[in-house]
């Protein structure tokens, strides 16, 4: 892979050295900062352009007090905890001390198919450089970004791929500023409403109408956190994937990584351990999608006319076993006869005790426990690979995708057509999926690359009640993504009619069904207002 180094001064560089594990590469841990430091970097990393080494210089190092710093050894006490660490896991094999060692990983220049396969795992936590904040016009040292691989760009197509990309961008660029003019012509300044709010909500408008058009290979910035448990996971599966920029991103890790937790990841590339286990993750991956193609030679590929969403499964008596899981603990009963008794209850008593448990919620964040766990939603959803990309984040849930194509078409948001820049648009969109058809037959695992966000990708969401409850309050937020929105609306609207919990969808009151134009413009607004109340 193509990556470009950063630089910096000597003075640059003597200040990065003792919090940095090296300072050129585009994967790198944090060390000897406050916990505390390393996450307000982290959240404001996810809505800037700038890489975390730049973004630390820029905002944060004239904060701290460097004294005695500079003397300051990651590698202290860690040749004692490694003996302890193989005399507990090698004698013991429990597997928990490895769940008590964390580090916060950079990752950046990765593409937007890498991101998906880095946020897999359930048990870390991830921020991503936003599409909806940040511009993609301008350049990282005079190039676009966008991942070159170089398998791609040593072969006969890379004229083409770099070609191609390069006029995607070209087109993204033109856009935007003609989306930003669109967007202050319909939506003028409000007199109560800062500069700075106003400017923010009319380039997140522009950002979300047009960041269709850019292709899965752009570079974005992921900071991550997770145990040493955690990462052998994440490196044991990149390791088996099928995707070069996965594999290699797996080493860079894994050298970083072992700066600061060597132990905790000994096993990843031992071949009697992890190499072991990641031939058996790739073997059974490769032998499935044999099997599955062969069951489906039949030609059908799946497009055609369907709902966005569906809500293929769901349980009839859900509601009831809901009720029986919030008796539970206040009984000393066996769950069936809890089961029997709840379904005995009138209306009106099933009524009164959904309401006693969930009670008085006076914001979204004041969810019910887990009894809502008892029960679930399974989703087939057809949307952009924009709004897949934010909903992926919702790790609690089970979610599998299909593999991106153009194949289910796209949808030319409104403001683009009220812009009147549906041709440019669609100009983009055919050269995306030209560009995919002719890297597919040498390069199936890189064509996705070439493949534009607003294309439709398909996949499978199954979630209990307690998380749709979360996922669609916070992903009908006046605030989201027009698309993410709407399919958040649906599921909604599914759980209580399709399925017919209704008690469970009024449960989830914070819904939002409205529309809005300006998506950012309240946010922001509330963003400035807890600005002004700290100063």
């Known amino acids: 892979m193509l990556y470009a180094p950063e630089t910096f001064t000597e003075e640059e560089a003597a200040k990065l050295r003792p919090y940095f594990t090296n300072l050129d590469g585009p994967v790198f841990v944090l060390t000897n900062l406050p916990e505390v430091v390393k996450g307000a970097l982290f959240a404001r990393y996810s809505r800037s352009a700038k890489s975390l080494r730049r973004l630390f210089l820029d905002e944060f190092v004239g904060d701290l007090d460097l004294t005695g710093d500079l003397t300051v050894d990651a590698t202290v006490g ?12 090698f004698d013991y094999g429990d597997d928990s001390v490895a769940q008590l060692g964390g580090v916060h990983l950079a990752c950046e220049q990765a593409s937007n198919l890498l991101t998906k396969v880095l946020e897999w795992g359930r048990l870390m936590a991830y921020l991503e450089q936003s599409t909806r904040y940040i511009p993609y016009d301008t350049r990282l040292q005079g190039r676009y970004r966008y991942l070159r691989p170089s398998e791609v760009c040593d072969s006969r197509l890379g004229a083409r791929y770099v070609a191609d990309m390069d006029a995607l961008f070209d087109g993204y660029s033109a856009m935007l500023p003609a989306m930003m003019d669109w967007a202050r012509e319909r939506y003028p300044k409000d007199p109560g409403d800062s ?11 522009a950002c979300d109408a047009v960041r269709g058009v850019l292709p899965a290979a752009t570079l974005s910035n992921v900071g991550i956190y997770g145990t040493g448990q955690a990462y052998e996971a994440m490196l044991l599966r990149m390791r088996a994937h099928p995707l070069p920029e996965a594999r290699t991103y797996a080493d860079l890790m894994l050298t970083e990584l072992r700066k600061v937790i060597p132990s905790f990841l000994s096993r990843v590339d031992r071949p009697d351990r992890g190499g072991a286990w990641s031939e058996y993750l790739e073997r059974t991956r490769r032998d499935t999608a044999e099997v599955v193609a062969r069951i489906f030679a039949d030609g059908d590929d799946g497009t055609g006319a369907q709902d966005e969403v569906t809500l293929v499964d769901w349980d009839p008596d859900g509601e009831l076993k809901v009720l029986a899981a919030i008796c539970y603990p206040h009984t000393h009963l066996p769950e069936h006869r809890i089961l029997d008794r709840v379904a005995r209850l009138s209306a ?12 008085e919620r006076t ?7 887990r009894a809502f766990e008892r029960t679930a939603y ?21 979610i599998e995708w299909q593999e991106l194509t153009p194949r289910h078409g796209y949808e030319v948001p409104a403001p683009v057509v009220d812009a009147g820049l549906t041709g440019p648009f669609e100009d983009a969109m055919g050269r995306s999926a030209a560009l995919y058809e002719a890297l597919a037959e040498e390069f199936p695992a890189q064509a996705p690359y070439a493949v534009a966000l607003a294309y439709r990708i398909r996949y499978v969401m199954q979630m209990n009640a307690r998380e749709a409850m979360h996922l669609c309050e916070l ?4 605030q989201g993504h027009p698309t993410y929105r709407r399919i958040a609306q649906r ?17 989830m009151r914070f819904v939002d069904h409205g529309d809005h134009d300006l998506e950012r413009l309240t946010a922001e607004r509330a963003a400035e207002a807890r600005r002004a109340a700290r100063t």
């Open 363 to 369: 914001n979204r964040r004041h969810k019910p426990g």
């Open 378 to 398: 399974r989703f087939d959803v057809l949307g952009d690979y924009g709004a897949f990309r934010d909903l992926q984040r919702h790790r609690m849930l089970t």
């Open 78 to 89: 860690l040749a004692r905890a490694e003996e302890l660490y193989a005399r507990v896991f």
């Open 491 to 507: 599921m909604h609207e599914l759980i209580a009619r399709r399925a017919g919990h209704v008690a469970i969808a009024d449960a």
């Open 195 to 205: 500069d700075f709010v106003y400017k923010q909500s009319i380039k997140a408008k």
């Open 348 to 359: 009106a008593e099933r009524v009164a005790l959904l309401r006693a448990y969930v009670g």
């Open 475 to 478: 992903r009908s937020g006046a």
